[in-house]
C-alpha cells in the first residue's frame, strides 16, 4: 500500500458555488490509502476534538416502535481542516438477516474558509476504516504492557479490517483469534489479513470462552442476531474488551475495573442494549479523547479489566472523508453535479 500520510492536512480542494463533486462506491474505492495513513487522520481528529477546535455534536436518531429501521443525522466541523461536514445513515431491515438488510450512508461536506462545497461521497468506506481505526488506537492506549494475543468476534464490515487496524498500533500480537459464523465473511477476514499482512497466521476459534480467557484484547464487531456474548468471569486479568457492535455480554461492562468510551453521551443513546436489570448503564471513568491527548489515564494496572465502547464520532468521518476528497481530486475521480443550477 502506498504511503500517503506526510500529505498537508489542509491541501485544498477546489469546487465552486454551482457544483457538487460527487464520489461514488467505486470512485473511492480506486483510492490506495495506508492504513497508517488512516490511523493517523483519525488520531488528529481526536486531537483536535480534544484541543477544543473541533465540534461533535450528539446524534440524532430516529428509529420506528417496531424496530425495523434506524436512522442517523450527524453534524460537525473539523477544525485543523477548516471544514464542516453532516453525516446521514439509514438502515433497513434490522428485523431481518443480513442479506435482506439495506445500508445508505453518505457525508457532505464543506470547506469553512471559502465557503463553497467540497464533495458528497458515500460513506461507507470511511466507516469501515474508521471504526476498526478507532479500536487499534483504544488497544494501542489501553492494553496491557506485552499484550500478544487479540480475538476479534464477527466479520461483517467492521470486524474485516480489525485485525490488520490491529497490527498496525500494536505489531506485538502474535497470536490472531477469529470468532465468525459466516464462511464468506471467515474468507474475507482472511483475505484482508493476507493482504495488508501477508505473514501472519489466522486461528479460527469455535470455543469461544476458551478463546476470551486466552485473549489479551478482544473486539467485538458481530451483528445483532450473533450467538456470541463473552461475559466477564471469561476474562483474563488485564483483559481489554472494546464493543463496536455486538459479542460481549453486559457483565463484561458493569463489571469492569474500568470503563472507556469514545463518547460517553453516545454510549448513553446506542449502548442500551448493554444496560443492566434496572435499565442503567454504569458511569464512564474516562472519554477517549483525553486519553489519547496523554491528560486522563487509559489503564492504571497491569491486571485491570477494560471496557471499551467504540461509538463513532462524526468528527472522525469528516478528517477522513477529506482525507479522501484530497486523493480523489488529485486523482480527477468524481463526477461534477450542477446542482445549485
Known sequence: MSDTSTAPVGAPVSGDDKHLRILSTTDL????????????????????????????????????????SVSY?????DGSREVVAIKTSYKHGLDKG???????????????????????????RIGSLRTPAVSALLARECAAPGARTALVIGTG?????ALPFLLTTLPDLDRLMLFGTHAEGVTAVREQLHTHFPERELEIVTDLRAAAADADVIVATAGGH????VEADWLRPGALSILVGHGLAPSTLH??????????????VTGTDMA???????????????????????????EERIFA?????????????????????????????ALWQ
Open 29 to 68: 474505492a480506486g483510492i490506495d490509502i495506508s492504513l497508517a495513513d488512516v490511523v493517523a487522520t483519525v488520531e488528529g481528529a481526536y486531537r483536535t476534538l480534544h484541543a477544543g477546535l473541533s465540534d461533535n455534536p450528539r446524534k440524532l436518531t430516529v428509529k420506528p416502535r417496531d424496530g425495523h
Open 98 to 124: 443480513r442479506e435482506e438488510q439495506h445500508y445508505y450512508t453518505s457525508l457532505t461536506i464543506y470547506d469553512d474558509v471559502t465557503g463553497l462545497p467540497v464533495a458528497m461521497m458515500d460513506c461507507s
Open 157 to 161: 464490515t467492521q470486524g474485516r479490517l
Open 255 to 268: 463489571q469492569a475495573d474500568r470503563v472507556i468510551a469514545t463518547s460517553e453521551a453516545q454510549m448513553n
Open 276 to 302: 443492566d436489570a434496572d435499565g442503567k448503564l454504569p458511569a464512564v471513568d474516562s472519554e477517549f479523547p483525553p486519553v489519547l491527548a496523554g491528560v486522563a489515564t487509559g489503564r492504571r494496572s497491569a
Open 309 to 337: 465502547y467504540n461509538s463513532g464520532l462524526v468528527v472522525t468521518d469528516i478528517a477522513l472523508g477529506h482525507r479522501f476528497a484530497q486523493l480523489a481530486l488529485a486523482q480527477g475521480l468524481g463526477t461534477e453535479v
Open 226 to 229: 450473533t450467538p456470541a456474548a
Open 73 to 77: 443525522a450527524m453534524l460537525g466541523r
